[in-house]
Structure formats: C-alpha cells, structure tokens
C-alpha cells in the first residue's frame, strides 16, 4: 500500500543522547516534512526538503538535524541540544509543484518521543 | 505574512447535534489552498479536503459540508448530525500556489458525546 511510514511508534530517550527518527514514503512525493505537536497544541514546522539533498529550516529548527539522500527518505535527529525533545512528531510528504494532482500534504502515523 | 486561526480550543456537543468549526485565515497571495484534517485519537492526520482559492463553491461530502467565503477570509467545516466517532482535534491549513510550505492552526478539538 502506498503512504508514509514512520519508525518506531513509540521512542524513549534518556538525556544527552541523540535519537533518529525514520519517515519513509512510496507516493513519490518531491516534498517532505517533519513536524513537532505538543499536548493540546498545534503543529509547528521543523524541517522541510523539497528536493533530494536539499532541505530547509522551519520554524524550530534548533536541536534537530534531517537528512535527504534518497527520495523516500527523510529521517529526523533529535539532538541533546534540543531541550525539551517530548512530544509528538509528524511526517509528511507532498507532490511539488502546481502542475501535480494537487498540492496536499499527507502524513505518517507519527512517533512518540519521551525523555526519560 | 501567513495566518491560520482557529479560535475554539475546544467544543463538546451531543451526538445526533450538528456542529460547525470556525476557521479563519490571512495571506497576501491571490492564489492558495486551504485544507481540513481530522486527528483522531490514534495521531495520524486524515486529509479530509483541499479548496483552492478561486473556487468558492461549498462542498458537501456526506455528513460534512464546507462554506469557503473570500470576502470574509473563512473556511468553516460542519458536521451534519455528529456521531461519537467524529471524536477527534481538526486542523485547517493553507498553502501557498507551487510552494510547498503549509501553515496550521492550533486545532479545534471536537467532543462528541452519545
């Protein structure tokens, strides 16, 4: 079945390590994402790439680190830099440009990480 | 600059109620996209619709309609007699044309009780 995969579900972390998560897509979508959702709040951009080894800060950039060397790929690692690293973090993918079927934006199941 | 507001946080009805969900957005540009997602309990967004902006016809689609009104920048989302399974946070976005950059809401979780 075609959709975004994301790895593990569930994720603890202890404090001062770094943690990968995984996000994988077979839609052959150009653009992907990664997202940050706290309790009770929305959703706040991290990073996006809109091509293969090209990727941009979004608005909380600050203790992450993605990398884009394959298509369907779009990992995300969660540094000890990064402070508060609880939370609930979406991937998400898209076809790039108008000329697709349609600019939407579609999302994996997500991964809970919680510092222990 | 980008804006989407959700204003209710939080709204609780009976089932078999009807309930519309509030969203109002602000851009410079001519032509975007505005969407609804539904977030169940489970996590995963469901993409429900995408509305481009010349494209002001509401859409109905079963038990949930949507009213795109330009002039006063809303894109509202009601659900025709809801059922407990509608349960879940809904977010609206926007999109700019040919730039894949999205912007949320903070979502409005709907309760529905039987």
């Known amino acids: 079945d075609g959709g975004i995969t994301q790895s593990p579900k569930y994720l603890f972390r202890k404090e001062g390590q770094n943690v990968t998560l995984s996000c994988e897509q077979n839609?052959?979508?150009?653009?992907m994402y990664w997202y940050r959702q706290d309790p009770g709040q929305g959703l706040r951009l991290i990073y996006y790439?809109?091509?293969?080894?090209?990727?941009q800060k979004g608005d909380i950039a600050e203790g992450y680190s993605v990398s884009r060397e394959k298509k369907e790929s779009f990992p995300l690692t969660v540094t000890s830099a990064q402070k508060n690293p609880t939370a609930f973090y979406l991937c998400?993918?898209?076809?790039?440009?108008?000329?697709?079927?349609?600019?939407?934006?579609?999302f994996g199941e997500g991964s809970w990480l919680t510092v222990v | 600059a980008q804006k989407v507001t959700q204003a209710q946080t939080e709204i609780s009805v009976v089932e078999k109620e009807d309930v519309t969900l509030d969203c109002v957005y602000e851009t410079r540009d001519t032509t975007y996209y505005l969407f609804w997602y539904k977030q169940p309990p489970s996590g995963e967004l469901v993409f429900l619709i995408r509305r481009n902006s010349f494209d002001e016809q509401n859409e109905i689609s079963g038990r949930y309609s949507w009213n795109f009104q330009k002039s006063t920048s809303s894109f509202n989302f009601t659900i025709t007699a809801s059922q407990v399974v509608d349960s879940a946070v809904y977010f609206c976005?926007?999109?700019?044309?040919?730039?894949?950059?999205?912007?949320f809401g903070s979502g409005t979780k709907l309760n529905v009780k039987p």
């Open positions: 976005a926007l999109s700019e044309y040919n730039f894949n950059k999205f912007y």
């Open positions: 998400a993918s898209s076809p790039s440009g108008a000329t697709h079927s349609g600019n939407t934006i579609y």
């Open positions: 790439s809109q091509i293969v080894n090209d990727f």
């Open positions: 839609l052959n979508h150009d653009a």
